[in-house]
Protein backbone atom coordinates (compact mmCIF):
# COMPACT_ATOMS: atom_id res chain seq x y z
CA UNK A 1 0.00 0.00 0.00
CA UNK A 2 1.33 3.08 -0.77
CA UNK A 3 0.47 6.47 0.24
CA UNK A 4 -1.95 7.70 -2.64
CA UNK A 5 -4.05 4.63 -1.97
CA UNK A 6 -5.20 6.11 1.03
CA UNK A 7 -7.99 8.23 -0.07
CA UNK A 8 -9.43 5.50 -2.38
CA UNK A 9 -9.90 3.60 0.70
CA UNK A 10 -13.13 5.58 1.76
CA UNK A 11 -16.09 3.18 0.72
CA UNK A 12 -17.76 1.20 3.39
CA UNK A 13 -16.12 -1.48 3.39
CA UNK A 14 -12.80 0.04 4.44
CA UNK A 15 -13.96 2.82 6.99
CA UNK A 16 -13.58 0.37 10.02
CA UNK A 17 -9.62 -0.33 8.90
CA UNK A 18 -8.67 3.48 8.75
CA UNK A 19 -6.96 3.72 12.05
CA UNK A 20 -4.93 0.14 10.80
CA UNK A 21 -4.25 1.74 7.35
CA UNK A 22 -2.88 4.99 8.43
CA UNK A 23 -0.96 3.59 11.15
CA UNK A 24 0.67 0.97 8.85
CA UNK A 25 0.98 3.70 6.08
CA UNK A 26 3.16 5.85 8.71
CA UNK A 27 5.52 2.74 10.44
CA UNK A 28 6.25 1.47 6.79
CA UNK A 29 9.75 3.17 5.85
CA UNK A 30 10.91 2.42 9.88
CA UNK A 31 9.48 -1.10 10.19
CA UNK A 32 12.07 -2.06 6.74
CA UNK A 33 15.00 0.26 8.36
CA UNK A 34 14.32 -1.87 11.62
CA UNK A 35 14.02 -5.05 10.26
CA UNK A 36 17.60 -4.75 8.47
CA UNK A 37 19.41 -3.94 11.82
CA UNK A 38 17.82 -6.54 14.41
CA UNK A 39 15.59 -9.80 14.81
CA UNK A 40 11.85 -8.19 16.29
CA UNK A 41 8.32 -7.99 16.02
CA UNK A 42 7.01 -5.86 13.39
CA UNK A 43 5.25 -2.57 14.39
CA UNK A 44 2.19 -2.79 11.61
CA UNK A 45 1.32 -5.64 9.34
CA UNK A 46 1.37 -5.75 5.81
CA UNK A 47 -1.99 -4.68 3.31
CA UNK A 48 -1.95 -5.68 -0.19
CA UNK A 49 -4.90 -4.08 -2.92
CA UNK A 50 -6.29 -5.78 -5.37
CA UNK A 51 -6.83 -2.64 -8.04
CA UNK A 52 -9.01 -2.88 -11.24
CA UNK A 53 -7.48 0.45 -12.97
CA UNK A 54 -5.52 2.84 -10.74
CA UNK A 55 -8.50 4.68 -9.72
CA UNK A 56 -10.77 1.67 -8.11
CA UNK A 57 -9.52 -0.35 -5.68
CA UNK A 58 -11.67 -4.08 -5.54
CA UNK A 59 -10.67 -5.33 -1.80
CA UNK A 60 -7.56 -5.78 0.57
CA UNK A 61 -6.14 -8.59 2.47
CA UNK A 62 -4.24 -7.52 5.51
CA UNK A 63 -1.39 -10.03 7.08
CA UNK A 64 0.64 -10.03 10.37
CA UNK A 65 4.07 -12.07 10.76
CA UNK A 66 3.07 -14.51 13.76
CA UNK A 67 6.47 -14.55 15.13
CA UNK A 68 10.12 -13.21 14.96
CA UNK A 69 11.62 -15.72 12.34
CA UNK A 70 9.14 -15.00 10.11
CA UNK A 71 7.90 -18.71 9.57
CA UNK A 72 4.50 -18.19 10.45
CA UNK A 73 1.86 -15.60 8.89
CA UNK A 74 -1.71 -14.72 9.78
CA UNK A 75 -4.40 -12.97 7.71
CA UNK A 76 -5.97 -10.36 9.83
CA UNK A 77 -8.45 -9.24 7.20
CA UNK A 78 -9.80 -9.88 4.13
CA UNK A 79 -12.12 -7.52 2.48
CA UNK A 80 -14.02 -6.40 -0.87
CA UNK A 81 -15.09 -3.81 -2.11
CA UNK A 82 -19.21 -5.02 -3.41
CA UNK A 83 -19.78 -1.61 -4.82
CA UNK A 84 -16.72 -2.44 -7.46
CA UNK A 85 -17.92 -5.44 -8.30
CA UNK A 86 -21.43 -4.16 -9.64
CA UNK A 87 -20.43 -3.43 -13.26
CA UNK A 88 -21.01 -6.12 -15.76
CA UNK A 89 -17.46 -7.30 -17.18
CA UNK A 90 -15.38 -6.76 -13.43
CA UNK A 91 -14.46 -10.12 -11.62
CA UNK A 92 -16.84 -11.68 -9.10
CA UNK A 93 -16.26 -11.61 -5.23
CA UNK A 94 -14.42 -14.72 -5.10
CA UNK A 95 -12.58 -14.65 -7.59
CA UNK A 96 -11.09 -10.96 -5.77
CA UNK A 97 -10.80 -12.97 -2.27
CA UNK A 98 -9.07 -16.16 -4.36
CA UNK A 99 -6.47 -14.37 -6.21
CA UNK A 100 -5.67 -11.60 -2.99
CA UNK A 101 -5.33 -15.22 -0.71
CA UNK A 102 -2.54 -16.52 -3.56
CA UNK A 103 -1.27 -13.58 -3.65
CA UNK A 104 -0.83 -13.15 0.02
CA UNK A 105 0.81 -16.73 0.37
CA UNK A 106 3.49 -17.02 -2.17
CA UNK A 107 4.23 -13.29 -1.92
CA UNK A 108 6.23 -13.79 1.19
CA UNK A 109 9.48 -15.06 1.93
CA UNK A 110 10.77 -17.37 4.70
CA UNK A 111 7.10 -18.34 5.51
CA UNK A 112 6.39 -21.76 5.77
CA UNK A 113 2.68 -21.50 7.41
CA UNK A 114 -0.32 -19.95 7.61
CA UNK A 115 -3.20 -19.30 10.01
CA UNK A 116 -6.68 -17.65 9.38
CA UNK A 117 -9.48 -18.19 11.19
CA UNK A 118 -13.49 -17.77 10.13
CA UNK A 119 -17.10 -17.95 11.86
CA UNK A 120 -18.40 -21.18 11.67
CA UNK A 121 -21.41 -19.82 9.76
CA UNK A 122 -19.19 -17.75 7.54
CA UNK A 123 -19.59 -21.09 4.79
CA UNK A 124 -18.39 -18.90 1.69
CA UNK A 125 -15.43 -18.03 3.83
CA UNK A 126 -14.79 -21.55 4.91
CA UNK A 127 -14.77 -22.77 1.49
CA UNK A 128 -12.36 -20.57 0.08
CA UNK A 129 -9.96 -20.85 2.77
CA UNK A 130 -9.90 -25.20 2.12
CA UNK A 131 -9.73 -23.71 -1.51
CA UNK A 132 -6.42 -22.54 -0.92
CA UNK A 133 -5.35 -25.29 1.36
CA UNK A 134 -6.64 -24.21 4.53
CA UNK A 135 -7.13 -27.33 6.83
CA UNK A 136 -9.03 -26.93 9.95
CA UNK A 137 -6.77 -27.14 13.03
CA UNK A 138 -9.45 -26.43 16.32
CA UNK A 139 -13.25 -25.18 16.88
CA UNK A 140 -13.30 -22.47 19.56
CA UNK A 141 -15.78 -20.85 21.46
CA UNK A 142 -15.33 -16.87 21.87
CA UNK A 143 -16.13 -15.67 25.41
CA UNK A 144 -17.24 -12.48 26.94
CA UNK A 145 -16.61 -11.76 30.46
CA UNK A 146 -16.71 -8.80 32.86
CA UNK A 147 -14.37 -9.39 35.77
CA UNK A 148 -16.38 -7.51 38.42
CA UNK A 149 -19.17 -10.23 38.11
CA UNK A 150 -16.09 -12.72 40.45
CA UNK A 151 -17.33 -12.87 43.86
CA UNK A 152 -15.40 -11.64 46.60
CA UNK A 153 -15.26 -14.96 48.34
CA UNK A 154 -12.77 -16.79 46.12
CA UNK A 155 -10.02 -18.80 47.58
CA UNK A 156 -6.74 -17.50 46.84
CA UNK A 157 -3.98 -19.70 45.62
CA UNK A 158 -3.05 -23.17 46.11
CA UNK A 159 -0.67 -24.07 48.87
CA UNK A 160 1.78 -26.62 46.94
CA UNK A 161 1.91 -23.77 43.98
CA UNK A 162 3.85 -20.08 43.55
CA UNK A 163 2.48 -17.39 41.98
CA UNK A 164 4.94 -15.97 39.54
CA UNK A 165 4.74 -13.22 36.46
CA UNK A 166 5.53 -13.76 33.07
CA UNK A 167 9.19 -12.30 32.08
CA UNK A 168 11.74 -13.17 30.50
CA UNK A 169 12.99 -15.00 33.08
CA UNK A 170 9.90 -17.25 33.58
CA UNK A 171 9.28 -17.04 29.81
CA UNK A 172 10.72 -20.61 29.22
CA UNK A 173 7.99 -21.70 31.41
CA UNK A 174 5.30 -20.53 29.72
CA UNK A 175 6.50 -21.79 26.63
CA UNK A 176 6.99 -25.39 27.79
CA UNK A 177 3.32 -25.26 29.49
CA UNK A 178 2.34 -24.44 26.06
CA UNK A 179 4.34 -27.25 24.07
CA UNK A 180 2.41 -29.53 26.56
CA UNK A 181 -0.98 -27.99 25.80
CA UNK A 182 -0.71 -27.12 22.62
CA UNK A 183 -1.71 -29.70 19.80
CA UNK A 184 1.34 -31.40 17.83
CA UNK A 185 -0.15 -30.12 14.32
CA UNK A 186 -0.70 -26.73 15.87
CA UNK A 187 2.32 -26.40 17.73
CA UNK A 188 4.31 -26.98 14.55
CA UNK A 189 2.87 -24.36 12.20
CA UNK A 190 2.83 -21.76 14.86
CA UNK A 191 6.57 -22.38 15.33
CA UNK A 192 6.90 -20.20 18.41
CA UNK A 193 9.76 -19.54 21.02
CA UNK A 194 10.12 -17.99 23.87
CA UNK A 195 10.47 -14.11 22.64
CA UNK A 196 7.24 -14.71 20.63
CA UNK A 197 5.10 -14.94 23.76
CA UNK A 198 6.75 -11.83 25.64
CA UNK A 199 6.15 -10.47 21.92
CA UNK A 200 2.55 -11.18 22.04
CA UNK A 201 1.74 -10.36 25.17
CA UNK A 202 0.45 -7.04 26.62
CA UNK A 203 0.80 -5.98 30.44
CA UNK A 204 0.95 -8.48 32.85
CA UNK A 205 1.09 -11.89 32.62
CA UNK A 206 0.66 -14.47 35.97
CA UNK A 207 2.11 -18.35 36.10
CA UNK A 208 1.45 -20.89 38.78
CA UNK A 209 4.38 -22.78 39.20
CA UNK A 210 5.15 -26.06 40.62
CA UNK A 211 8.32 -25.44 42.86
CA UNK A 212 8.85 -29.33 42.61
CA UNK A 213 9.17 -30.08 39.62
CA UNK A 214 10.38 -26.47 38.03
CA UNK A 215 7.54 -26.41 35.50
CA UNK A 216 4.45 -24.07 35.25
CA UNK A 217 0.81 -25.40 35.52
CA UNK A 218 -1.26 -22.62 34.12
CA UNK A 219 -0.90 -19.45 33.21
CA UNK A 220 -3.14 -16.71 32.42
CA UNK A 221 -1.70 -13.71 29.75
CA UNK A 222 -3.04 -10.47 28.11
CA UNK A 223 -2.43 -10.70 24.18
CA UNK A 224 -1.78 -7.58 22.45
CA UNK A 225 -4.10 -5.45 21.03
CA UNK A 226 -3.83 -4.77 17.36
CA UNK A 227 -6.32 -1.59 16.20
CA UNK A 228 -9.57 -1.12 18.09
CA UNK A 229 -9.83 -4.82 18.69
CA UNK A 230 -11.23 -6.17 22.12
CA UNK A 231 -9.07 -7.07 25.16
CA UNK A 232 -8.33 -11.04 24.99
CA UNK A 233 -7.11 -12.99 27.23
CA UNK A 234 -5.74 -16.09 26.88
CA UNK A 235 -5.65 -19.36 29.70
CA UNK A 236 -3.15 -22.00 29.26
CA UNK A 237 -3.68 -25.08 31.38
CA UNK A 238 -1.44 -28.22 31.58
CA UNK A 239 -3.50 -31.46 30.80
CA UNK A 240 -3.01 -32.81 33.99
CA UNK A 241 -3.91 -30.56 36.29
CA UNK A 242 -7.24 -29.67 35.05
CA UNK A 243 -8.39 -29.93 38.46
CA UNK A 244 -7.36 -26.32 39.23
CA UNK A 245 -10.72 -25.11 36.77
CA UNK A 246 -12.18 -23.10 39.61
CA UNK A 247 -12.24 -20.41 41.94
CA UNK A 248 -8.38 -19.96 42.23
CA UNK A 249 -7.82 -19.94 38.71
CA UNK A 250 -11.02 -17.15 38.19
CA UNK A 251 -8.96 -15.24 40.88
CA UNK A 252 -5.80 -14.90 38.79
CA UNK A 253 -7.66 -14.26 35.25
CA UNK A 254 -9.41 -11.50 36.96
CA UNK A 255 -5.76 -10.08 38.57
CA UNK A 256 -4.52 -9.94 34.58
CA UNK A 257 -8.46 -8.01 33.71
CA UNK A 258 -7.49 -5.61 36.12
CA UNK A 259 -8.40 -2.19 34.22
CA UNK A 260 -10.35 -4.09 31.20
CA UNK A 261 -14.00 -3.24 31.71
CA UNK A 262 -14.74 -6.18 29.79
CA UNK A 263 -12.37 -8.96 28.05
CA UNK A 264 -12.65 -11.63 25.22
CA UNK A 265 -11.33 -15.48 25.74
CA UNK A 266 -11.50 -18.58 23.64
CA UNK A 267 -11.77 -22.19 24.26
CA UNK A 268 -12.18 -25.71 22.49
CA UNK A 269 -15.43 -26.36 21.85
CA UNK A 270 -15.11 -29.68 22.87
CA UNK A 271 -13.43 -28.90 25.90
CA UNK A 272 -16.95 -29.26 27.82
CA UNK A 273 -15.17 -28.37 31.50
CA UNK A 274 -13.62 -25.34 30.60
CA UNK A 275 -16.75 -24.52 28.94
CA UNK A 276 -18.83 -24.91 32.06
CA UNK A 277 -16.54 -22.96 34.45
CA UNK A 278 -16.42 -19.88 32.08
CA UNK A 279 -20.21 -20.05 32.16
CA UNK A 280 -19.96 -20.33 36.02
CA UNK A 281 -18.05 -17.38 36.07
CA UNK A 282 -20.86 -15.47 34.06
CA UNK A 283 -19.13 -15.16 30.63
CA UNK A 284 -21.64 -14.91 27.87
CA UNK A 285 -21.08 -17.17 24.56
CA UNK A 286 -20.41 -14.89 21.78
CA UNK A 287 -20.20 -17.57 18.62
CA UNK A 288 -18.02 -19.96 17.36
CA UNK A 289 -15.04 -19.50 15.00
CA UNK A 290 -12.38 -22.42 12.97
CA UNK A 291 -8.88 -22.08 13.09
CA UNK A 292 -6.97 -23.53 10.30
CA UNK A 293 -3.59 -23.44 9.14
CA UNK A 294 -1.92 -24.70 6.01
CA UNK A 295 1.71 -25.11 5.23
CA UNK A 296 3.75 -23.70 2.13
CA UNK A 297 5.96 -25.66 0.22
CA UNK A 298 8.80 -24.70 -2.17
CA UNK A 299 11.13 -25.49 -4.87
CA UNK A 300 14.45 -25.10 -2.63
CA UNK A 301 15.92 -23.58 -6.48
CA UNK A 302 18.00 -21.05 -5.20
CA UNK A 303 20.07 -24.01 -2.87
CA UNK A 304 20.71 -25.99 -5.90
CA UNK A 305 22.12 -23.28 -8.34
CA UNK A 306 24.49 -21.92 -5.38
CA UNK A 307 25.52 -25.41 -5.22
CA UNK A 308 26.14 -26.07 -9.33
CA UNK A 309 27.96 -22.54 -8.90
CA UNK A 310 29.87 -23.91 -5.90
CA UNK A 311 31.07 -27.13 -7.82
CA UNK A 312 32.25 -24.95 -10.95
CA UNK A 313 33.99 -22.36 -8.63
CA UNK A 314 36.04 -25.21 -7.05
CA UNK A 315 36.36 -26.58 -10.21
CA UNK A 316 38.29 -23.56 -11.60
CA UNK A 317 40.52 -23.44 -8.70
CA UNK A 318 41.23 -26.91 -8.55
CA UNK A 319 45.46 -26.10 -10.11
CA UNK A 320 45.28 -23.55 -7.27
CA UNK A 321 44.87 -25.29 -4.53
CA UNK A 322 48.26 -26.87 -2.71
CA UNK A 323 49.41 -30.37 -3.41
CA UNK A 324 50.14 -33.09 -1.16
CA UNK A 325 53.23 -34.31 -0.54
CA UNK A 326 53.20 -37.64 -2.97
CA UNK A 327 53.25 -40.79 -0.53
CA UNK A 328 56.26 -43.26 -1.57
CA UNK A 329 55.76 -46.56 -3.00
CA UNK A 330 57.04 -49.50 -0.87
CA UNK A 331 59.79 -51.09 -1.93
CA UNK A 332 59.77 -54.26 -4.44
CA UNK A 333 61.00 -57.46 -3.49
CA UNK A 334 64.00 -58.74 -4.46
CA UNK A 335 62.90 -61.43 -7.34
CA UNK A 336 60.82 -58.85 -8.78
CA UNK A 337 63.92 -56.33 -9.27
CA UNK A 338 65.44 -59.53 -10.90
CA UNK A 339 62.68 -60.20 -12.83
CA UNK A 340 62.48 -56.99 -14.49
CA UNK A 341 66.20 -56.54 -14.80
CA UNK A 342 65.80 -59.96 -16.78
CA UNK A 343 63.09 -57.95 -19.38
CA UNK A 344 65.49 -54.98 -19.58
CA UNK A 345 68.45 -57.04 -20.58
CA UNK A 346 66.24 -59.76 -23.10
CA UNK A 347 65.03 -56.09 -24.86
CA UNK A 348 68.16 -55.02 -25.55
Do not use: Y
Not at 86 to 114: C, D, F, I, Y
Amino acid sequence: MQGWTLPLLQSAAFVDLQPLLQRSLLLKQPERLLSALVSRPPLAPEILLAFLNPQKILGLVVVRRLNRSGSCWGIEQLRVCEQALEEPGNPSERQVEAAMLKEALHGRLGATSWMASAGTCQLDRLALLREQGFQPLRQQTIWTWRAARLQAGADGLPADLQLSSLNRRTAPLLWHLEQAACPAQLRQLLDRRCEDLLDQTQGTGLLWVDPTRQQAVAGVRRLRRHGQAPHELEVTLHPGWSHLLGAPLARMLAQVAAGAHQVRLRSDTNDSDRGRWLQDLGAVAEGEELLMGRSVWRRQEHLERTAASRWRFDTVLEPFKPRRRPVPTPLLPNHGLRRESAVLSSSR
